[in-house]
C-alpha cells in the first residue's frame, strides 16, 4: 500500500514541480542552506522576509536528509532545478513514512480490509496527495501530527505528548485545538492522568520553545519565537482577515467536498455504523467548526483532518463492501461505493490539469533559460512580483553567470528598469497598459500562459476544457541600448562602430532638421481630415485658417475667419449657408407678394424672390460678419444651376435696363428671343432632365455613403499618425538635447562614444518609426481606392521607397500626394454642388406650390411662369409691327 501512495505523490510531484508564494519561505530557506551554508547574508528571508517570520527548523531538517542527492547535483553540474525535485521528494517520503505509521496504527484497531478502503480512498483524492510534497508549513507540522496520532492509537503518550508539543511550539500553534481534544479524550476515560501528562509536557514544552528560539533566532538576527508571533498575528490581532474573509460554514460547504470529493457524503455513515470511527472523526470535526470562527478560510489550514475524516469513510465502504451479497440493494450500494471512488479519481486528475497550467512563473523562467541558452552577452533578469508568486524560486534560477532579481516598486520611469536586459511581466496580452510602456526600449521574445477558467462543451468528450490566457510576457532589452551606470540611463548603442569625426556638428544638424519635420505632421493631419470630409463644393468646406461653430438659431453654421484672412476667401462658403437660411424663411413667412404694375397684373415671384434673396443676403453677411463684407455678395459667383435661375437672372437684368433705359429695342428683342429659345428647350429636355437629376441625386446618396463609411477609418488613421509624430519627435529630442545640453558632451566625445555614425543613427532610431509609417501608409493605399477611382501610384512609389529615404521626406512626398488628391476631390465636389442646387431648389419650388395659406394667392410653378414669360414674349413681337406703323 505504501507503493501506491508513493507512485500517486510522485506523478504530483513530477506533474507540477514548482511552487507557489505560500510555500516560497521553507523552499527558499531549505535552499539557503543547501547552497548558501553558513553565510547567512545571502538567504533570501533577508530581503524579503514575509508578513511574519518562520521558523528554520523544518527546512533545516529537510536540508539534512535532501543534503546527499543534492551535493551529487553540485558536484556534477546538472540543473539545479533538479535539486527541487529531491528537495520536495524528500518531503513528501518524510510525511508518506509517518503516514505509514499511521496506517498501521489504524489497521491494528480495524483491521487489513479497513486500512486497504483508507489508502484507496486517501489516493484518490486530490488535495491531500497534491500538497503531500509542497514545503507549507502545514505540511511541514504534518509528520508530527502523523507521529501524534500513531502514539494516540497505540496508547504511546510520551510520543503523543512530544509529538503534539513540537508541531504545536514550532509549527502550527492551531493544532493544540486538534491534538487537545485527544488528550481531553484519554483523560476523560482515564487513560492518562493530569499529572501524568504535566510530566511529559512541561519538559517537552520548555525544549521546544528553546529550541526554536535559539535556532530561529541566529537566522533572523533578534531574539523572537516565530510560532508565537504567528499566533498573535492571526489569533489575537485577526489580521489574517486583511488576506480576505470567508462565510463560517465555508469549511463544510466548500473546502471539505473539494478535498474529499465524494467520499465525504459517506462520513455520516460511517460514524453511525461503527462506534469506534467517532474518536477520530468527531476531534476532526470539532476542529474544523472551532477553526471556522476565524475569518480568514484556506483549505490548507484544515488539511490535518482529512485523514481523520476518511476514516469515517472507509469504514462505510467496508461495511458496505462487506455486505454486498446480502440483497440486490447492498448489491447496488456495493456499486456505488466502487463507482465513487472512480468518480474520485477523475475529479483528481482533472484538478491535477488545472494545478499543473497555474504555474506560469516557473514556465517563464524556465522558458527564458532555454530561449537565451547560448547568450554570451552578461544577462540581468527581473521578476515581477506576479511572477514570483506563481512558481519562481531561487532553485528554477539555474544559471549562475545570470543575475535575478525581484525588486519590487519599480515603474518604467525609473531609471533602474533599464539596467534589466530581461523582463518577466504580468500582462494579458502585449496590448495591456502595464507591458506597453517598456515596449520602447524592450522587446517581446515569448510569452506564457496561465489558467483561466473551466469551459463546458457537450459537443465533445471530456466535455470540459480548461481554458488560458496570456499571463507572463518574455521580454528582451533592444540591441541597439546600453544602460549607463553612471547615469541610470540608456544610451543607443550602434554596431559596427564607426569613428566620425564631424559628431558634434553631425548631432547639430539633425537637431535642426527634426523642427521641421513638425509642420509635416500638421499638413498631413490638416489633409487627411479634408479627405475625411463628405464630397460637398469647395465652397462648403471651411478655408485654412477659419473655425466652425453652430450658430445661436441652429439653422446654420457660421465660419469665422481667424487673423490676416481676407472676407473675399469666405464669400463662396457663406454663400451657399445664407442660401440655405432664406430658403427656410421663404417656406416658414411666405414672403410672397402680389405686384400690380400700371400696364398688366403679374405674378413676379421669382424676380421678388431673386430681389429679396438679395437683401437677405447682404443684410445676413453684415451681421454675421461686422460689415466686413461690404456692399452685396456679387450673384454672378454663384453658379446657374438650372434654367428657371437664369430666366430669373435675365428678367432682372432686363427690367433694370429698362429702368435705366440704357439698351434699345434691337437688344431687348435678341434677349427675349434667347428667353424663348431656353424655355423651349426646358420643355423638350424636362422629361431627360428629370431622369438626370434623379441619377445625379442617387450618385450623391451613395457617395455620401461611402465616405461615411471610410470616416471612421481616416480618423484612426489620423490617431495613429499623431501617436507615431509623438513618440518619434519626442524620443529623439529628448536623446537630442541630453546629449547636446549635457555638461560633459564634449567628454563623452571619446572613442566609445564617437563611435556613433551620426547618419547610421538616424537610421537606426527610426528604423522602427519607418515601419510604423509604413504601416499608415498601406491602411491609406486601401482606403484610397474607396475615396477616388482615379489612378494614382505615387502612394505605391512612397512605400516602395520609404526605407533608402530620411523620414522628413517620406513625410513630405506623402504631404504632397494627400495635397493633389485633396485638389481633385474639391474639383469633383464643384461639379456636385451644381446637382445639389438644382435639386434643392426644384424641392422649394414644390414646397412653394404647395402653400395652403390663404392670405396669399397661389404660386405658379417654373414651367408656368415660363410659358407666361414666352406668351408675353410673343404678344411683345405681333404687337411691335403695329407700333413701329403707328
Known amino acids: 500500500m505504501d507503493q501506491l501512495i508513493i507512485l500517486v505523490a510522485t506523478a504530483h510531484l513530477l506533474y507540477c514541480p514548482f511552487t507557489k508564494v505560500e510555500e516560497s519561505f521553507n523552499l527558499q530557506a531549505i535552499h539557503d542552506v543547501l547552497y548558501h551554508g553558513s553565510n547567512l547574508t545571502q538567504y533570501d528571508h533577508h530581503e524579503f522576509p514575509g508578513v511574519v517570520p518562520r521558523t528554520f527548523l523544518g527546512p533545516l531538517a529537510i536540508s539534512a536528509i535532501a543534503s546527499p542527492a543534492v551535493a551529487a547535483i553540485k558536484h556534477f553540474s546538472v540543473n539545479k532545478f533538479y535539486s527541487q525535485y529531491i528537495v520536495r521528494a524528500a518531503l513528501g517520503l518524510t510525511v508518506i513514512a509517518t503516514f505509514s505509521l499511521y496506517r498501521k496504527a489504524l489497521q491494528s484497531v480495524f483491521g487489513v480490509k479497513f486500512t486497504r478502503w483508507f489508502v484507496i480512498i486517501t489516493v484518490t483524492q486530490f488535495h491531500f496527495m497534491y500538497y503531500l510534497s509542497r514545503p507549507l508549513p502545514n505540511i511541514m507540522s504534518m509528520p508530527l501530527v502523523f507521529l501524534a496520532l500513531y502514539g494516540w492509537l497505540r496508547k504511546k503518550h510520551v510520543l503523543f505528548i512530544t509529538a503534539s508539543a513540537a508541531a504545536i511550539i514550532i509549527f502550527r500553534a492551531e493544532l493544540a485545538m486538534l491534538l487537545g481534544m485527544f488528550l481531553l479524550y484519554d483523560i476523560a476515560n482515564a487513560k492518562i492522568t493530569i499529572p501524568s501528562f504535566l510530566k511529559i509536557a512541561i519538559p517537552s514544552g520548555i525544549f521546544f520553545l528553546g529550541l526554536t528560539i535559539t535556532v530561529d533566532s541566529i537566522f533572523w538576527n533578534r531574539i523572537l519565537w516565530p510560532e508565537g508571533e504567528v499566533f498573535y498575528f492571526n489569533t489575537v490581532l485577526n489580521k489574517s482577515s486583511e488576506w480576505g474573509t470567508s462565510p463560517f460554514l465555508w469549511y463544510f460547504y466548500s473546502a471539505l467536498p473539494r478535498g474529499l470529493f465524494c467520499s465525504y457524503v459517506l462520513i455520516p455513515f460511517g460514524l453511525y455504523w461503527d462506534a469506534r470511527v467517532r474518536a477520530l472523526t468527531v476531534p476532526g470535526i470539532t476542529f474544523v467548526l472551532l477553526f471556522s470562527f476565524l475569518p480568514h478560510k484556506e483549505l490548507r489550514f484544515i488539511m490535518y483532518v482529512f485523514p481523520l475524516l476518511n476514516v469515517s469513510a472507509a469504514a462505510a465502504c467496508h461495511r458496505i463492501w462487506e455486505n454486498r451479497e446480502k440483497s440486490p440493494r447492498n448489491g447496488l450500494m456495493a456499486l456505488g461505493v466502487v463507482g465513487h471512488l472512480c468518480l474520485n479519481a477523475i475529479f483528481c486528475m482533472f484538478f491535477l490539469c488545472v494545478a499543473g497550467s497555474n504555474y506560469p512563473g516557473g514556465m517563464a523562467i524556465a522558458r527564458l533559460h532555454r530561449i537565451e541558452k547560448e547568450r554570451i552577452e552578461p544577462v540581468f533578469v527581473h521578476i515581477d512580483v506576479f511572477t514570483a508568486q506563481r512558481g519562481v524560486s531561487r532553485f528554477t534560477q539555474n544559471n549562475p553567470n545570470w543575475i535575478y532579481s525581484k525588486e519590487e516598486n519599480l515603474t518604467v520611469d525609473d531609471p533602474e528598469m533599464l539596467k534589466f536586459t530581461h523582463l518577466l511581466m504580468e500582462a494579458k496580452s502585449k496590448y495591456s497598459p502595464n507591458i506597453k510602456p517598456y515596449l520602447k526600449t524592450h522587446d517581446i521574445l515569448d510569452s506564457v500562459d496561465g489558467y483561466s477558467h473551466i469551459a463546458v462543451n457537450y459537443h465533445l468528450f471530456p466535455p470540459i476544457k480548461i481554458k488560458t490566457k496570456p499571463a507572463i510576457f518574455i521580454m528582451r532589452r533592444k540591441a541597439n541600448l546600453k ?110 407678394e402680389y405686384v400690380e404694375t400700371e400696364n398688366e397684373s403679374e405674378e413676379i415671384s421669382d424676380e ?61 428683342q435678341i434677349l427675349e428671343e434667347k428667353i424663348i429659345e431656353n424655355v ?205 406703323n403707328a
Do not use: C, H, W
Not at 450673384?635 to 435661375?645: A, C, F, T
Not at 406650390?849 to 408656368?864: A, D, T
Open 483 to 592: 544602460y549607463d551606470p553612471a547615469k541610470g540611463k540608456t544610451k543607443r548603442s550602434l554596431n559596427p562602430p564607426i569613428l566620425d569625426e564631424n559628431l558634434e556638428e553631425n548631432f547639430l544638424n539633425l537637431s535642426e532638421e527634426l523642427p521641421k519635420i513638425e509642420p509635416i505632421f500638421d499638413n498631413i493631419v490638416e489633409s487627411l481630415k479634408e479627405i475625411g470630409k463628405p464630397l460637398e463644393s469647395a465652397n462648403s468646406n471651411t478655408s485654412e485658417g477659419s473655425e466652425e461653430v453652430e450658430s445661436s438659431d441652429n439653422e446654420s453654421k457660421e465660419i469665422i475667419p481667424k487673423e490676416g484672412n481676407e472676407a473675399e476667401e469666405i464669400k463662396n462658403e457663406v454663400n451657399e449657408k445664407i442660401e440655405n437660411k432664406i430658403e427656410k424663411e421663404i417656406e416658414n413667412e411666405s414672403q410672397f
Open 608 to 668: 421678388y424672390v431673386a430681389d429679396k434673396s438679395a437683401e437677405l443676403k447682404e443684410a445676413s453677411a453684415k451681421e454675421k460678419f461686422g460689415g466686413k463684407l461690404n456692399g452685396k455678395l456679387n450673384p454672378e459667383q454663384q453658379k446657374p444651376v438650372s434654367i428657371k435661375e437664369a430666366v430669373k437672372k435675365m428678367i432682372q437684368e432686363k427690367m433694370e435696363l429698362r429702368a435705366k433705359k440704357e439698351i434699345p429695342e434691337a437688344e431687348e
Open 680 to 884: 423651349n428647350q426646358e420643355k423638350l429636355n424636362l422629361p431627360k432632365l428629370e431622369k438626370r437629376r434623379s441619377q445625379e441625386t442617387e450618385i450623391i446618396r451613395q457617395e455620401s455613403k461611402k465616405i461615411s463609411n471610410v470616416k471612421d477609418s481616416i480618423r484612426k488613421i489620423i490617431s495613429q499618425f499623431k501617436e507615431f509624430e509623438k513618440d518619434f519627435t519626442a524620443e529623439d529630442q529628448d536623446i537630442l538635447k541630453s546629449d547636446r545640453d549635457s555638461e560633459s558632451f564634449q567628454e563623452e566625445l571619446s572613442i566609445e562614444d564617437s563611435a556613433f555614425d551620426i547618419e547610421e543613427m538616424d537610421s537606426q532610431v527610426s528604423i522602427e518609426a519607418k515601419e510604423s509609417l509604413k504601416e499608415i501608409i498601406d491602411q491609406f493605399k486601401e482606403l484610397k481606392s474607396e475615396l477616388t477611382s482615379e489612378e494614382d501610384d505615387r502612394f505605391d512609389e512612397i512605400a516602395a521607397n520609404y526605407m533608402n529615404r530620411p523620414i522628413s521626406e517620406t513625410l513630405m512626398q506623402f504631404s504632397e500626394a494627400l495635397k493633389n488628391l485633396v485638389q481633385r476631390r474639391k474639383a469633383k465636389a464643384e461639379n456636385n454642388e451644381g446637382i445639389k442646387k438644382r435639386i434643392n431648389n426644384s424641392k422649394i419650388s414644390r414646397k412653394v406650390n404647395g402653400n395652403s395659406n390663404p392670405n396669399f394667392p397661389k404660386i405658379k410653378s417654373s414651367i408656368e411662369v415660363k410659358e407666361e414669360v414666352a406668351q408675353k414674349a410673343r404678344n411683345s413681337e405681333r404687337e411691335r409691327p403695329n407700333n413701329k
